[in-house]
């Protein structure tokens, strides 16, 4: 079957701009992950989905850093008026359950210039 | 903060060597896991040991869990090129409902035909 995806796989943008990340979760999966993972190193883990809701944002770096999730599939992390810092690979993980292992996408490298 | 310290940071060896990576940390998880990850694509899960002092083989690496569940190491036999990759460690903290994991900041390992 299909595996987590994320588009887009790049994105180039100018610091400033708003820039929108996407994942699409293994079908079934009900917990759905967020990472931060900068050149070469580990990764950073950012916001946990259960369903469509939240209960762990607790590593979103600022208020600049959002994530939502629908129908309990896509999720979308949005991150306004980035800055150069903010380059980095966004990794999504899925899991069928909160506790279960979970399977991570390609990844969407950003670059902000 | 639960932090998770992997070493060696980088590891170049040639091919039939054997090599030794090692994950410490000064918290106890309720499991370990070690992930492989080649450039481009997300990591992926090589094997969860969960109970102290356990020993697991894959062919060629072995896996250890300290027996206070604090440190863990990879072991690899006779490394071949196609082992070359990104090895990460992974904590899983106990006491939550989901698998939040805390990363250390990987290994990379290229190995020389």
């Known amino acids: 079957g299909a595996g987590v995806s994320q588009s887009p796989s790049n994105k180039v943008t100018e610091k400033g701009k708003d820039v929108e990340l996407r994942c699409d979760p293994i079908s079934g999966h009900t917990a759905l992950y967020w990472y931060r993972q900068s050149l070469g190193q580990g990764l950073e883990f950012l916001i946990y989905f259960q369903g469509n809701s939240a209960p762990d944002k607790s590593g979103l770096p600022s208020d600049r850093f959002s994530a939502e999730r629908t129908g309990g599939s896509v999720s979308t992390l949005t991150i306004q008026r980035t800055q150069q810092e903010d380059s980095a690979v966004y990794l999504c993980?899925?899991?069928?359950?909160?506790?279960?292992?979970?399977?991570f996408g390609p990844g969407t490298r950003l670059t902000v210039l | 903060t639960q932090l998770l310290e992997q070493s060696p940071q980088f590891l170049s060896i040639q091919e039939g060597e054997n090599l030794t990576v090692y994950c410490n940390s000064s918290?106890?998880?309720?499991?370990l896991q070690w992930y492989r990850q080649e450039p481009g694509e997300g990591p992926v899960l090589l094997v969860t040991?969960?109970?102290?002092?356990e020993v697991k083989k894959l062919k060629r690496l072995t896996f250890q869990f300290g027996d206070a569940r604090k440190d863990s190491s990879l072991h690899i036999t006779a490394a071949q090129p196609g082992d070359t990759g990104l090895y990460l460690c992974a904590g899983e903290t106990g006491g939550t409902s989901y698998g939040k994991l805390t990363f250390g900041q990987g290994t990379i390992l290229t190995v020389h035909p």
């Open positions: 993980a899925s899991s069928k359950m909160g506790t279960d292992t979970q399977y």
């Open positions: 918290s106890v998880f309720s499991s």
């Open positions: 040991v969960v109970t102290g002092g």
